[in-house]
């Protein structure tokens, strides 16, 4: 009997036991291919000996302060490691425990520079639906995936929703790549206008659309329209980088490859990898400027921020990942990965898109490849998916309601930088079957 409360509640998962590179070992003697790093977490794998030996250093040295009465040299450390890699302007760096907490402790951070610079009337971000920021209130609030949201509804702040930039679905036939996109930066900025532009505070956007939609990537010239509206208007423009950031794409930042800076980024999963658990916020140098010529403090804390042993996980991913170029390694086994799954899914009957960045790559699964009909919820296709891949000793993250919260089944795959071309061939061979599988019950 299980004392836990599991994330489903009618069975208990299986029990992990060891885990070494790509695979994880449960208690039954199974093993499973990471083909998702659990949830785009572990981008080094399991057990990398340098980031568990900096963990027993930190342990060794200082394994708690807290930040209230000091500072460690570790935290020190790895707040200028992740400025000096981020887009231009970003100074500032705020760590926490995870993705949900970065997000809530951007959301303040973007009020209070607003309230400190005295337009205390700003009190609303603009999100997209479909989009997800999170799970705990604030984050939910501005993220757009319904079923997530429903039952929580009435405690959640109202957040005005623009389209999601999903080419997939949103553009029309006869429209051009360029016409689409001009069609959601007006969207946006109607949005803003209808709100009243001296009341918003932000615009919040995933730069790749993680696991509510699968992998989906921007159109070109997007988030540069997203840029201009936001300083044509004085509005922070937030991008939540917490699955697709730390190099998951290829470049350590995702929004690198759309040639725009943020005003705040939050990352986490890959922050840390998986060793422990982290996350950060980090901000134009002028935001946090304001904030300590103004009041001198910023009105936020959680007792585990900047805690020195994730600290030391996370600057210890950061250090390998410069050192054994893995940057370059998840552009090119992601472009080995999507070459893989074009050669086995883009023909198939049920998959009607493939997409993503290096190594976060989605496929979309229809019912109808010609009109992009989707399956029907009550199938439950991305469950029997999981199932199926499981049975194979495969992991992956299949979810539904990939188009409005209930509708459509996708499957995101996000393996560790360091999976070897055979490891992929092996990841795609066992998809393809548990997707077979799945669709014929």
């Known amino acids: 009997m299980s004392f836990i409360i599991h994330r489903s509640l009618r069975q208990t998962p299986p029990i992990a036991v060891r885990a070494s590179g790509i695979t994880v070992f449960d208690s039954a003697g199974h093993a499973y291919l990471d083909a998702s790093g659990g949830a785009a977490v572990s981008s080094l794998g399991h057990g990398h000996p340098d980031v568990i030996a900096a963990m027993h250093r930190q342990i060794d040295r200082c394994a708690y302060a807290h930040t209230a009465f000091f500072t460690t040299e570790v935290a020190e450390e790895l707040a200028a490691t992740l400025a000096a890699r981020s887009p231009k302007g970003i100074e500032a760096v705020y760590l926490v425990s995870g993705g949900s907490e970065a997000m809530e402790t951007a ?29 705990t209130l604030g984050a939910l609030a501005v993220g757009g995936n319904e079923w997530r949201r429903q039952p929580f509804a009435p405690l959640l702040m109202e957040v005005p929703r623009v389209a999601p930039c999903y080419e997939y679905r949103g553009r029309a036939e006869r429209q051009s790549v360029d016409e689409y996109t001009a069609l959601l930066l007006d969207e946006l900025e109607t949005a803003i206008m209808k709100a009243g532009p001296e009341k918003v505070i932000g615009f919040v956007a995933e730069p790749v659309v993680g696991a509510t939609g699968g992998a989906i990537p921007p ?3 997007y988030f540069k329209g997203v840029r201009d ?6 509005i922070l423009f937030i991008a939540d980088e917490v699955m697709c950031g730390m190099g998951r794409t290829g470049t350590m930042y995702a929004i690198e490859q759309d040639g725009v800076a943020p005003d705040i980024i939050t990352v986490a999963k890959g922050l840390g990898a998986g060793y422990q658990p982290i996350g950060a916020v980090l901000a134009q140098g002028a935001i946090v400027e304001r904030l300590r010529q103004g009041s001198g403090s910023f009105l936020h ?34 472009a080995t990965l999507k070459r893989m799954l074009g050669d086995v899914f883009g023909k198939h009957d049920h998959v009607g898109d493939i997409r993503g960045r290096g190594l976060f790559l989605g496929i979309e699964l229809v019912r109808d490849r010609a009109t992009k009909e989707p399956f029907a919820p009550e199938r439950k ?21 990939t188009i409005d919260g209930q509708r459509g089944d996708h499957i995101l795959l996000a393996p560790p930088f360091i999976v070897t071309a055979s490891e992929l061939s092996e990841i795609v061979a066992r998809l393809a079957e548990a997707v077979d599988a799945a669709l014929l019950k």
């Open 107 to 135: 959301l303040k951070l973007a009020r209070q520079y607003f309230v400190e610079g005295g337009e205390e009337g700003r009190s609303l971000f603009i999100a997209r639906r479909q989009s997800y920021h999170g799970n």
């Open 219 to 221: 159109t070109p010239g």
């Open 229 to 234: 509206i936001c300083d044509r208007h004085g």
């Open 301 to 334: 804390g959680h007792t585990y921020i900047g805690h020195p042993v994730a600290a030391a996980a996370a600057l210890a991913v950061q250090q390998v990942i410069e050192r054994d170029g893995l940057l370059a390694q998840v552009q090119r086994r992601g």
């Open 381 to 401: 296709l991305h469950a029997a998916i999981k199932a199926q891949a499981m049975a194979r000793g495969l992991m992956v993250y299949p979810m539904g309601g």
